[in-house]
């Protein structure tokens, strides 16, 4: 900003009046002096002129004081006290473009680092990952405080921690809360807490409060998907880095983010369930299991390994639709698919493959404890105690064929084939029982 153009405040206003009344003497000497140039009494002239002179600059400082030295001594005064002003001004202004330099920094650090945390997080493939990447970003975008985020259960019951970042070290019994102890939730808004002495805490938060907190809802298309937890790290301040206050812009918009991507793996797991897995048994379904089959045959095959397909069938399942109808039916599928649910390894398939049929899938496992696993869930299916409207189905007996790769079949098809026959053939025999293919030579196993 250019300064405002006048007298410098260095020039003396003495000065400038001196001159003056000193111009003032000479040019009236000079003129007094013309007149009495010639005279006979000249002496007498010169003493005259410099008398007249001295009396006419007497009687002008008056006026030359109050029309020139005043005015100027004001305007001078003015114009250091706007240099003064000025000067203020500017360092003002200096402080302030400095702290909103910093201000818009940290904004675009924020902005910087919400984008790549949303990137991250529409990229997740399961909602593990997506808990990882919401502790770096935690950590990243809340320096000097600790958090942890709380989803709610399939039941919606409690609410459990799955992400936690910061020195937040969370006992057994702040992990799991119900709803209701948390006031973000019960109100639907963010909950800050300044002080714990004179606000009302929620009741998951320990007490004596560590220090201020914040609970955000996670609202994702009109939906409570769970609370975001942010507390306040007294010790933070204590060391070399600083610790911000709890913001609560960036935990809100933190917590839309979290909440979306949680919907859209919410909505992508159930789609992707819908598509491969049996909606009555909560099996996979058909065509999942032959992709499986396929994909599982070819891994034996470069690991010269052993894989076992079994073919299982309800004996006698259309009695039990004919005589206590079919909800009766879908009850005993549903019985039956939960006991293999909890029969099979991490690593084994089972699928519905049609009506009361079932396919099991069972990698690296040789045909003798395939038999014996297979021997023990018809004991299992035989044990189960189905009841419609209080009254008991009775026993439960299951035919089941067995085939494995390669002996009976080096594809999908061939190895389904042979173990529908070897089915077909328990069900000839009398049902009830576990059979084996046939070998090259057409003899079963036995």
């Not at 002096?33 to 007498?44: D, I, R, S």
């Not at 904004?107 to 593990?128: G, V």
């Not at 921690?161 to 709803?179: M, S």
């Amino acid at each position: 900003m250019s300064q405002p153009r006048g007298v410098r405040p260095n020039q003396s206003p003495m000065r400038l009046v001196l001159i003056l009344l000193l111009s003032i003497f000479v040019v009236e000497f000079g003129i007094m002096a013309l007149f009495h140039a010639l005279p006979p009494n000249a002496v007498h002239g010169w003493m005259e002129a410099v008398i007249d002179s001295s009396v006419l600059s007497a009687l002008l400082f008056p006026v030359v004081f109050f029309t020139v030295f005043r005015p100027t001594t004001h305007y001078i005064k003015e114009l250091e006290q706007a240099e003064t002003a000025l000067r203020a001004i500017n360092t003002q202004l200096d402080l302030r473009i400095r702290e909103r330099t910093v201000e818009l920094e940290q904004r675009n650090h924020e902005i910087r680092l919400l984008a790549e945390t949303s990137d991250f997080l529409h990229t997740c493939s399961t909602a593990e990952e997506a808990y990882g990447v919401i502790t770096c970003a935690g950590q990243q975008l809340f320096p000097g405080t600790m958090g942890v985020l709380f989803v709610y259960s399939a039941s919606r019951n409690d609410l459990e921690a799955l992400a936690i970042w910061g020195e937040l070290a969370l006992n057994p019994n702040e992990r799991v809360f119900a709803p209701e102890e948390c006031w973000a939730l019960r109100r639907g808004r963010v909950y800050l807490i300044e002080n714990g002495r004179t606000g009302l805490s929620c009741r998951h938060v320990p007490s004596p409060l560590p220090g201020k907190y914040m609970c955000v809802p996670m609202i994702a298309r009109g939906e409570v998907l769970g609370v975001m937890h942010l507390r306040y790290n007294p010790l933070a301040t204590e060391s070399t880095d600083s610790a911000g206050p709890l913001n609560e812009r960036l935990a809100v918009t933190l917590a839309e983010h979290v909440a979306l991507a949680l919907m859209n793996l919410k909505l992508r797991e159930t789609l992707r369930n819908q598509s491969i897995r049996d909606p009555l048994t909560g099996l996979f379904n058909r065509r999942y299991m032959e992709e499986t089959l396929e994909r599982e045959i070819r891994r034996a095959g470069r690991s010269q390994g052993s894989l076992g397909v079994v073919m299982l069938d309800l004996d006698h399942f259309k009695h039990f639709n004919d005589t206590y109808g079919h909800d009766t039916g879908d009850l005993l599928l549903r019985e039956v698919g939960a006991l293999l649910k909890t029969w099979l390894r991490g690593s084994d398939i089972a699928c519905r493959y049609g009506g009361e049929e079932f396919t099991l899938i069972l990698p690296e496992m040789p045909l003798d404890i395939i038999r014996q696993r297979v021997e023990a869930l018809r004991l299992g299916i035989n044990q189960l105690h189905v009841r419609h409207r209080d009254q008991s189905l009775g026993a439960i007996t299951v035919s089941a064929g067995i085939a494995m790769f390669p002996e009976h079949g080096a594809a999908g098809e061939a190895l389904l084939h042979a173990a529908d026959r070897a089915l077909y053939r328990a069900k000839a025999e009398g049902r009830d029982q576990v059979v084996g293919a046939a070998d090259a030579s057409g003899q079963f196993v036995e």
